[in-house]
């Protein structure tokens, strides 16, 4: 099955009675999509899951780690 991804001003008269039109025919059928926008928190409690974040004590080893230090001095 083919599918039809209509962009219209839903404030238009004539796009909603076209449409309205084009469904009476019988031969279209509308279908819900439930998308879920996944938000930055979503994604971060993802990462925090899969064990993706690191954890400091300070600034000072971090800093460490990331001049490739030895942290646990």
Do not use: W
């Not at 076209?18 to 998308?35: M, N, P, R």
């Not at 994604?43 to 942290?71: C, H, M, P, Q, T």
């Amino acid at each position: 099955m083919a599918t039809i991804t209509l962009n219209y001003d839903a404030r238009s008269v004539i796009a909603k009675k076209a449409l309205d039109f084009l469904l009476t025919l019988g031969v279209f059928k509308i279908e819900e999509k439930q998308s879920k926008t996944i938000t930055e928190l979503d994604l971060a409690i993802e990462d925090v899951e899969a064990g993706r974040v690191n954890v400091y004590e300070n600034s000072d080893e971090l800093f460490r780690k990331l001049r490739g230090e030895n942290v646990h001095n």
